[in-house]
């Protein structure tokens, strides 16, 4: 089934969110706080996602919680934030009667297209894709839960009367021991899926990345086991066997639900991984053509998700950890560590957190970075706020990005 929408794009003023700044002195860090916006979810900010990036100012897209929502914040220039269109409540809409505590939500690094990714039940996951016209996919798959995501640039179609073409980025997604894509504009029945093993084993698939391989992706793959996999783009264009890796490494870490691999730059990769069952966790950068570690893990416990960061040609990985204790309370807080040519810096440049904390305020919950005014800035979700760092300052006094805002 595939259906259109119109959403996300800025269009006439609506009523503003309750929006506020505060100037963190210590830290030289100025950040707008967004509390949640009228609309029935009672949880906000279970998901970021940088939204479109043309013009002034920027935009997130955001995922709400029980029941399901997706709307979009527009930020000025000037950093004031409303909702750019009335949020969309997928429980009434779209059927999606939940989502999980870390949905997937991710974005196109070479386009605007932003994908949230849930489970609709009965054997089937809804895709909802696209910048300004929004197209749901449904992907028909025995699970139906969801593991992981990512877009990918594929090999050219293989459906008639489409054979040949050769199809913009889309989304890839993991259930259960099968992946499959938005790669067909009408799925054959049954939809090809893959089976992603080693040996003829399947590898439980916990999170998703890409890497460029000429004008199209290969995937990497991280299993339940801890191990680290790169396919080529050749076999998710049909996926008629059981597909094997061109390369595997050990990493050491059995990563759980919710866990990331993301582009750090044209050559590696930062994994974001945690347990299910504990709060152990791996934050690690690895060489996308050989799998081998770049530098040494961060092992800090309660990570739960990640982004990348670019501050002017320096990478740095954003890690929110919601469940830590911060003064003594759990509150949550967000480390920034740079990315060097050796790895991750062992310790946090920088170290984010409310600045008037609630208990248990999640404040990590999802991290983005968003383009505003033509420089990527730190985002941070709470349960039910959303801060973006329009200046930031490292720890050390050196100047990580200048105040971003217009007439500031």
């Known amino acids: 089934m595939r259906a259109a929408f119109a959403i996300w794009m800025i269009a006439a003023a609506l009523p503003a969110c309750s929006w506020s700044q505060f100037d963190d002195l210590r830290r030289q860090t100025w950040a707008g706080s967004t509390e949640k916006p009228n609309v029935k979810s009672s949880d906000y900010g279970v998901a970021l996602q940088r939204g479109a990036r043309a013009g002034s100012g920027g935009t997130l897209v955001v995922v709400g919680a029980t ?58 996951i809804s895709v909802l894709t696209g910048a300004g016209q929004i197209s749901l996919h449904q992907l028909l798959v025995q699970p139906s839960s969801v593991e992981a995501a990512t877009y990918m640039q594929a090999p050219d179609r293989i459906d008639p009367p489409h054979a040949g073409e050769h199809p913009p980025a889309q989304p890839l997604v993991a259930a259960g021991d099968d992946v499959l894509g938005t790669f067909y504009t009408s799925p054959p029945t049954p939809q090809p899926t893959c089976k992603l093993t080693e040996a003829g084993t399947p590898i439980a698939t916990r999170a998703l990345g890409t890497v460029r391989a000429g004008a199209v992706d290969d995937v990497i793959a991280w299993g339940a086991s801890g191990k680290l996999y790169r396919y080529p783009a050749a076999v998710f264009n049909g996926c008629a066997t059981p597909q094997e890796p061109i390369a595997v490494v050990d990493t050491g870490f059995a990563p759980g639900h919710g866990s990331q691999i993301l582009a750090l730059d044209g050559t590696r990769v930062v994994l974001q991984g945690h347990h299910d069952v504990d709060e152990a966790s791996f934050l690690g950068i690895y060489d996308a053509d050989t799998l081998t ?38 509150t949550g807080q967000v480390l920034v560590f740079r990315a060097a040519a050796q790895g991750l810096d062992a310790a946090p440049a920088l170290a984010l957190g409310d600045a008037r904390p609630d208990t248990n305020e999640a404040f990590g919950r999802a991290v983005a970075a968003m383009p505003f005014n033509g420089t990527e800035v730190i985002a941070v979700a709470t349960s039910h706020e959303i801060f973006v760092y329009f200046h930031a300052v490292l720890t050390d006094g050196t100047t990580l990005y200048d105040e971003t805002r217009e007439g500031r």
Not at 91 to 101: K, L, N, R
């Open 67 to 124: 029941p399901p929502s997706l709307s979009a914040l527009a930020y000025t220039a000037q950093g004031s934030a409303s909702l750019a269109a009335p949020a969309i409540e997928l429980d009434t809409q779209y059927a999606i009667g939940q989502v999980d505590p870390q949905p997937i939500a991710i974005a196109d690094p070479t386009s605007d297209d932003v994908s949230l990714i849930a489970s609709s039940g009965a054997g089937s």
């Open 293 to 330: 570690a770049v530098g040494a893990a961060v092992a800090l416990p309660k990570l739960r998700t990640a982004a990348v960061l670019d501050a002017a040609g320096t990478r740095y990985v954003l890690a929110g950890y919601p469940a830590a204790v911060v003064g003594g309370k759990p």
